[in-house]
């Protein structure tokens, strides 16, 4: 099946996650295959078009123009403890492949402060390595300063905290009362100016997704401008978006911070034989190709097919898809 526009051959997967993240149970995406190999969009369902159109964007560079030539042949990256209980961060500690550093969910909705702190507990007790957490914009600035300390002594020291706060203007404030260095995320990848981040002294570092901001060499320029530390994350993919989130930490001229790309074990089942999971902790740079596609339903391709749809008609009216596709489209 194709969407009426999009001129490239493409499949739907859907698979259930292991572990409830985000407030998902499943994840499913689209995967389409270019001269360059295969790329991956899959925005989530609460975007609208214009906020899709980016991972379309994404995709379509992967596929046609492929990636920088890497300056490293491995990327570090954390395991990724959902906002679960105590005993199952303790096994997902257990199995996390080498990695070196944890990144724990916090402020989800439904949970409490107690909650937190008892799943950093039990990852401190269970692992020597460095801790982040992320909170996903969940608090309001009061929220965040009394939180992040009480964080801080329950991992005994944070490497940091990833977007206590919505707003950027929050964010320098959260930033200048507490003593644990800030993160910026949604405040990049889904605000009008991620700019504004540096120019209001909002972070210390950035948290950089291939698709959502619109591909890797549009991460890499962004991350020049800013001039701040840059860590890689995955926006929830399959093998295949992982690997460009990996392309993209590979090309960086220096990278100082594990990545948080090693969320492929969150899949029941992946769409490769041949899955990008840490070994020794690192993921290592290459190309996938999906041959153990978990297949979604007739709904569900013909939901895609629109959105596609949808997404190439945003992208033709406002980017120039030739400069995308090296002027094959």
């Given at each position: 099946?194709?969407?009426?526009?999009?001129?490239?051959?493409?499949?739907?997967?859907?698979?259930r996650?292991?572990t409830?993240?985000?407030?998902?149970?499943?994840?499913?995406?689209?995967?389409?295959?270019g001269?360059?190999?295969?790329?991956?969009?899959?925005?989530?369902?609460?975007y609208?078009?214009?906020?899709?159109?980016?991972?379309?964007?994404?995709?379509?560079?992967?596929?046609?123009?492929?990636?920088?030539?890497?300056?490293?042949?491995?990327?570090?990256?954390?395991?990724?403890?959902?906002a679960?209980?105590?005993?199952?961060a303790?096994e997902?500690?257990?199995?996390?492949?080498?990695?070196?550093?944890?990144?724990?969910?916090?402020?989800e909705?439904?949970?409490?402060?107690d909650?937190?702190?008892?799943?950093?507990?039990?990852?401190?007790?269970?692992?020597?390595?460095?801790?982040?957490v992320?909170?996903n914009a969940?608090?309001?600035v009061d929220?965040?300063?009394r939180?992040?300390?009480?964080?801080d002594?329950?991992?005994?020291?944070?490497?940091?905290?990833?977007?206590?706060?919505?707003?950027?203007?929050?964010?320098?404030?959260?930033?200048?009362?507490?003593?644990v260095?800030?993160?910026?995320?949604?405040?990049?990848?889904?605000?009008?100016?991620?700019?504004?981040?540096?120019?209001?002294?909002a972070a210390?570092?950035?948290?950089?997704?291939?698709?959502?901001?619109?591909?890797?060499?549009?991460?890499?320029?962004?991350?020049?401008?800013?001039?701040?530390?840059v860590?890689?994350?995955?926006?929830?993919?399959s093998?295949?978006?992982?690997?460009?989130?990996?392309?993209l930490?590979?090309?960086?001229?220096?990278?100082?911070?594990?990545c948080?790309?090693?969320?492929?074990?969150?899949?029941?089942?992946?769409?490769?034989?041949?899955?990008?999971?840490?070994?020794?902790?690192?993921?290592?740079?290459?190309r996938?190709?999906p041959?153990?596609?978990p297949?979604?339903?007739?709904?569900?391709?013909?939901?895609?097919?629109?959105?596609?749809?949808?997404?190439?008609?945003?992208?033709?009216?406002?980017?120039d898809?030739?400069?995308l596709?090296?002027?094959?489209l």
């Amino acid at each position: 099946m194709r969407a009426a526009s999009l001129p490239l051959p493409w499949r739907v997967y859907r698979t259930r996650l292991t572990t409830r993240f985000r407030g998902l149970d499943h994840r499913d995406g689209v995967l389409i295959q270019g001269p360059a190999g295969w790329a991956e969009v899959s925005p989530f369902w609460d975007y609208d078009i214009p906020e899709s159109a980016p991972w379309l964007a994404a995709a379509l560079e992967a596929a046609y123009l492929g990636y920088p030539t890497p300056v490293r042949s491995a990327v570090p990256v954390n395991v990724t403890v959902p906002a679960t209980s105590p005993d199952r961060a303790r096994e997902i500690i257990a199995r996390r492949g080498g990695c070196e550093t944890a990144k724990v969910k916090v402020a989800e909705k439904g949970q409490t402060l107690d909650d937190d702190l008892d799943r950093i507990a039990a990852v401190r007790e269970s692992f020597g390595g460095r801790i982040r957490v992320d909170a996903n914009a969940g608090w309001d600035v009061d929220t965040a300063i009394r939180a992040i300390p009480l964080l801080d002594k329950a991992a005994r020291g944070l490497e940091y905290v990833e977007q206590p706060v919505a707003s950027v203007e929050d964010l320098a404030t959260v930033r200048a009362a507490v003593n644990v260095p800030i993160a910026a995320d949604e405040s990049i990848r889904r605000a009008e100016d991620p700019y504004r981040v540096a120019e209001q002294d909002a972070a210390d570092l950035i948290i950089c997704k291939v698709q959502p901001l619109g591909g890797v060499r549009a991460c890499l320029r962004l991350a020049a401008d800013i001039g701040l530390p840059v860590v890689v994350s995955s926006a929830l993919e399959s093998s295949v978006g992982i690997a460009a989130g990996v392309a993209l930490a590979a090309s960086l001229p220096t990278l100082d911070h594990a990545c948080g790309l090693a969320t492929v074990q969150l899949f029941d089942r992946d769409v490769a034989s041949e899955s990008l999971v840490p070994t020794d902790g690192s993921l290592p740079v290459r190309r996938v190709e999906p041959d153990t596609v978990p297949p979604g339903d007739a709904e569900l391709e013909e939901r895609w097919a629109e959105r596609l749809s949808a997404m190439w008609d945003h992208l033709a009216a406002t980017r120039d898809i030739g400069e995308l596709t090296g002027g094959v489209l």
